[in-house]
């Protein structure tokens, strides 16, 4: 079965600081991949895509970049985090072939201070 | 447009009552719906899908109702359990070269007692 990895669970780090998120899943193969951030009490926002090794769009400018170095690894990165990159960032995947729904990660709550 | 930015809507519902959570979306394209719940610090679950072929889907407790005349989703829950407290968010996916989920702004179901 598929299952899908994001970690850290929390996260509390000061302005200015590098960024990391990793999300890696599992039990399948060319997955679309997702990151999405959702501020408190709030909707889902989708800040990057990927459908592939190497290729990640962007949906919003923002402080942030993704990548993608293996087909089941997609990472959130930031050289500098600012305050308004607190939130809960959540990595999700779906079989890209036809449209089908999502599954997410457990989410990672940044807290920037 | 954008959802992010709205605060959520309660719906508060005696336990063992019927709920019903509304959902309007936007492009008269999409074709493919998804309800997904999310509770408090996790990622969303998937609850039910349809497509724009069908007006009306039943799963377990759940039924989901698309009006493509008026863009209107709706999910029905039966017999309302304290289980089901989470907020729900409506998806709606439009064609295109990749799967562009838009999620709802999201409704939280506080049930009582």
């Known amino acids: 079965s598929q299952t899908i990895h994001q970690w850290p669970a929390t996260l509390v780090q000061p302005v200015g600081s590098p960024l990391s998120l990793e999300c890696t899943v599992e039990g399948t193969s060319n997955p679309n991949l997702y990151w999405y951030r959702q501020a408190a009490g709030r909707g889902l926002q989708l800040l990057f895509y990927?459908?592939?090794?190497?290729?990640i769009s962007s949906e919003v400018p923002q402080n942030l970049s993704a990548s993608r170095p293996q087909d089941r690894q997609f990472i959130l990165s930031s050289k500098k985090l600012l305050l308004s990159d607190s939130g809960f960032y959540l990595c999700a995947w779906e079989q890209g072939v036809t449209k089908e729904k999502l599954f997410f990660g457990s989410g990672t709550q940044l807290s920037v201070l | 447009g954008e959802s992010v930015g709205l605060h959520l809507p309660t719906l508060s519902v005696q336990e063992g009552d019927n709920s019903i959570i509304n959902c309007a979306y936007s492009?008269?394209?999409?074709?493919?719906f998804i309800w997904y719940k999310q509770e408090s610090g996790k990622g969303p679950q998937f609850i039910i899908d349809?497509?724009?072929?069908?007006d009306k889907r039943q799963g377990q407790r759940v039924t989901v109702l698309l009006n493509k005349t008026v863009k209107h989703l709706s999910l029905q829950i039966a017999a309302t359990q304290p289980g089901d407290s989470a907020v729900y968010f409506c998806a709606e996916n439009r064609p295109g070269g990749y799967q562009k989920v838009t999620f709802g702004t999201g409704t939280k179901l506080q049930v009582i007692p």
């Open positions: 492009n008269s394209a999409s074709d493919y």
């Open positions: 990927s459908v592939g090794i190497g290729q």
């Open positions: 349809i497509r724009s072929n069908m």
